[in-house]
């Protein structure tokens, strides 16, 4: 649906990021899960096809695209294997593109074009253990010392940690409050530490762990954007990067209807195919037209970003709407196939256990409602 309204050039996109989605990923997705295997050597070929920088300016070694084309191919990675494309996601969304918005000059081309090739991988270290949806509250410290920062705390939930080199890192230079916290660019060494990886409930292509910091030395050179400012970045970053797993959860819904329309015409019972009863049919409409709406907010929210008009609620309502889509079309489908649903032989519980991430991360559906109604009704809904 709606590749009608694609350009030429998104069409383009679309098809390169499907067929490597399809031939690459999607054969592998089962063992990679079952076997809890991130593979990193695929996302590094996802980077010699410009995947991992799409927003980033060719000249920087990126593919020089828009919003809606990494929408495109978050989308058909997520529809593949969704833990994959999470780390599309934060690569693109939470890593170049706070660069592009904060990074001088000097920074920018010290780390994109390695970003955009795949040679390093990076990771978005906001939330803390006691600090999750009140970013405000988080009690990381970076203390000034004569050449630069010396960072301790500790960081949880941060997804690519276990591979990246690169960890874009808010913490507290201030006082308490929003405007107590900066960003800095932090690379593995002394006083830095990867923690555990977590086990979760599905995404188990996708590394999530925790960093401690005990010291870590950081250059006065490596702070990303003005001292203070450092939520207002993590912030608007999340405002782009909601706009990627709204298309991540329309991707996992793809592959859900997929599965479930191609089980209903095959599936025998009572001596025809089940896709003749009422009770698989209309769940299964419901979810077309719910993603085809979800497709096109998406859409809508990244074209915002694209004209460079305000995207914040459109991109909450986009993620709001197309991960509820998500959760439903994968309930939808493991009730079309039945018992076959409930086994880890077929991919229906994955995209069931995998769906449920877009309602939590990048700010939960709670928080996405909050914006929304902040948005209808300004400071009298605080
Ligand atoms: C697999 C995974 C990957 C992740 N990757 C990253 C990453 O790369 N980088 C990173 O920084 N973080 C990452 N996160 C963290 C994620 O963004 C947080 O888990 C999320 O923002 C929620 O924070 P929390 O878990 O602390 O929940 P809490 O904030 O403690 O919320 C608990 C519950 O209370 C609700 N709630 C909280 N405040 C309100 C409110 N004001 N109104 C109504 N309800 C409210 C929430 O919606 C939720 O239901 C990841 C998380 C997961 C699970």
Excluded at 134 to 163: C, M, P, V, Y
Excluded at 221 to 248: C, F, S, Y
Aim: aromatic share 6%.
């Amino acid at each position: 649906m709606t590749t009608t309204l694609l350009s030429e050039t998104h069409r383009e996109v679309q098809a390169l990021a499907r067929e490597f989605a399809q031939r690459e990923i999607a054969p592998n997705a089962a063992a990679w899960n079952a076997d809890h295997h991130v593979p990193v050597e695929v996302l590094r070929r996802m980077g010699e096809i410009g995947l991992l920088a799409v927003t980033v300016p060719e000249e920087l070694g990126g593919a020089g695209l828009d919003a809606t084309s990494l929408c495109l191919v978050v989308e058909e990675i997520a529809r593949a294997d969704a833990g994959t494309s999470t780390a599309v996601a934060v690569q693109n969304g939470l890593v170049a593109a706070p660069l592009m918005r904060a990074g001088t000059p000097a920074q920018c081309a010290a780390w994109l074009p390695r970003l955009a090739t795949g040679e390093i991988f990076g990771a978005y270290a906001l939330t803390e253990p006691d600090a999750g949806s009140d970013t405000a509250s988080l009690r990381t410290r970076a203390a000034e010392h004569a050449d630069g920062w010396s960072i301790s705390g500790s960081k949880q939930w941060i997804t690519n940690g276990g591979f990246a080199a690169l960890f874009v890192v808010f913490a507290r230079t201030g006082g308490p409050g929003a405007k107590g916290v900066s960003a800095f660019l932090v690379e593995p060494g002394p006083g830095f530490e990867v923690g555990r990886e977590i086990p979760k409930m599905g995404l188990h292509t996708s590394s999530t762990v925790e960093l401690v910091f005990d010291g870590c030395k950081v250059p006065g050179v490596n702070m990303l954007g003005k001292p203070g400012e450092g939520l207002k970045l993590a912030l608007t970053t999340l405002d782009g990067g909601r706009i990627t797993i709204a298309a991540q959860a329309c991707g996992i819904a793809q592959a859900a209807l997929d599965l479930a329309t191609e089980y209903a015409r095959s599936r025998v019972a009572f001596g025809g195919p089940i896709a003749r009863f009422q009770g698989i049919q209309f769940p299964l409409a419901d979810v077309a037209a719910k993603l085809d709406a979800a497709r096109l907010l998406t859409r809508h929210a990244a074209a915002l970003r694209d004209a460079g008009e305000p995207h914040g609620i459109v991109g909450a309502k986009a993620k709001l709407f197309a991960s509820a889509v998500a959760v439903e079309a994968a309930d939808v489908a493991v009730q079309t196939l039945g018992g076959y649903g409930y086994s880890s032989e077929y991919p229906a519980e994955r995209y069931y256990r995998d769906a449920k991430i877009t309602e939590i991360y990048e700010g939960t559906s709670q928080i996405q409602r909050l914006v929304i109604a902040r948005g209808l009704l300004g400071d009298s809904a605080r």
